[in-house]
């Protein structure tokens, strides 16, 4: 007796289930704090003392720009050190405390005038290297947050993102922000009705619209772009005249000799 394979199969397949749907891929993306396991692995090999640097300040529109230095206790590192962006205003204030009262720190200042004259860049590089120079002791080794190494007699390593993986540089991230903060609070009292306390100089609407409204104060970075739109809103450059231009006066004269 032959049989049909064909009948059979197709009665198989219809007891199939029917195919799932893919389910999503599902990823935690996991943010892990700063260690010190750099600080340390240089410590074992005789390098100390181990500073981290970074800054607070380049974006804002107006305000001078913070830099930081610190030498963290090995025995005595405070706790939840993060990028002083992921803390809130409170745990920062705490930190801040806790690393004066333990580390060995140091705090440098780029003015408005200097960032006008050399660039954001340069004016937060040289207020790094100062804070360096300014520690207690010179270090043997610099971590410093961002791409450029700074001009500091010690070996220095660039890091990206450093503020969220080295805890040195974290804590310098936390004194610098704290520090910088302060001030603008300070600077806010001295130009009232910018803002500086809440938004501590940062290009927010509220910002925006207050130097649109009042002009720059003294305070203000010449050359960003929304500073420079609100002093020529508020004073405006006459244009100088070129060899074509005939004044009103030139002309009435001219026309009086014809």
């Excluded at 745990?91 to 140091?106: D, G, H, K, Q, V």
């Excluded at 890091?159 to 520090?179: L, W």
Aim: hydrophobic share 45%; glycine share 6%; with cysteine.
């Amino acid at each position: 007796m032959i049989r049909d394979k064909s009948n059979r199969t197709s009665k198989t397949a219809s007891k199939k289930k029917p195919a799932e749907p893919a389910k999503p891929d599902k990823r935690v993306i996991v943010v892990t704090r700063p260690s010190f396991r750099r600080e340390r692995a240089l410590i074992k090999r005789g390098v100390w003392p181990v500073a981290g640097c970074d800054e607070a300040g380049r974006g804002p529109l107006a305000g001078p720009v913070v830099a930081a230095a610190v030498v963290l206790d090995p025995n005595r590192i405070p706790k939840g050190l993060d990028d002083s962006k992921r803390l809130t205003v409170e745990r920062r204030e705490e930190l801040f405390e806790e690393i004066c009262a333990t580390a060995a720190f140091s705090v440098a200042v780029a003015s408005r005038a200097r960032i006008d004259r050399d660039n954001i860049l340069r004016a937060s590089l040289w207020a790094l290297a100062r804070a360096v120079h300014a520690l207690p002791e010179m270090p043997k080794h610099v971590f410093v947050d961002g791409r450029d190494k700074l001009a500091t007699p010690c070996d220095c390593d660039a890091v990206i993102g450093g503020d969220g993986i080295v805890a040195s540089i974290a804590a310098a991230s936390i004194i610098a922000k704290v520090t910088r903060d302060r001030l603008m609070c300070a600077l806010a009292l001295d130009c009232p009705g910018y803002g500086f306390e809440q938004h501590k100089g940062y290009a927010v609407p509220e910002h925006l619209e207050a130097l649109d409204r009042l002009g720059p104060s003294s305070h203000h970075r010449s050359f960003f772009a929304p500073v420079v739109a609100a002093r020529l809103k508020h004073f405006p450059v006459p244009a100088e005249p070129d060899l074509f231009t005939v004044d009103a006066e030139s002309e009435a004269a001219a026309s009086e000799a014809a």
